[in-house]
């Protein structure tokens, strides 16, 4: 994973959002330092939406005594799109206790040449 601004995280693998333990969301560096530079009160409600505006996931975290964050799923409002039918980039809207928000935008990298696939001269 990389950053092309502050507010986007690229991914080189596409990840399933939708049914991926939570773990993949805790390896969003970039998401946590931005909610730790914006210090954001926990706790937080974390919604994960498709570029086609549908409900990917929405996640909720707290503080643990330890100043880690806890992720818990919580219920969706409106069923979720089918796996497969994820349209990146995907938009992670951040709001905390407080009402602040903030927006990162999360998308694979289509530059990344395939691994793999070699291209081979015909002569």
Not at 42 to 60: C, E, G, H, S, Y
Not at 90 to 116: S, W, Y
Request: with cysteine.
């Amino acid at each position: 994973m990389h950053a092309m601004d502050d507010f986007t995280i690229i991914l080189f693998e596409s990840a399933d959002m939708i049914s991926c333990e939570l773990k993949v969301y805790e390896g969003l560096d970039r998401l946590w330092q931005m909610v730790e530079r914006y210090k954001m009160t926990a706790p937080i409600a974390i919604t994960v939406v498709d570029k086609a505006a549908r409900d990917v996931r929405t996640i909720r975290g707290v503080r643990t005594h330890a100043g880690a964050w806890q992720l818990e799923n919580t219920s969706f409002a409106a069923a979720p799109p089918l796996e497969g039918e994820v349209e990146f980039p995907l938009t992670i809207k951040v709001q905390d206790a407080n009402g602040n928000i903030l927006k990162m935008r999360l998308q694979l990298d289509a530059a990344r040449p395939e691994v793999g696939h070699k291209k081979v001269d015909p002569r």
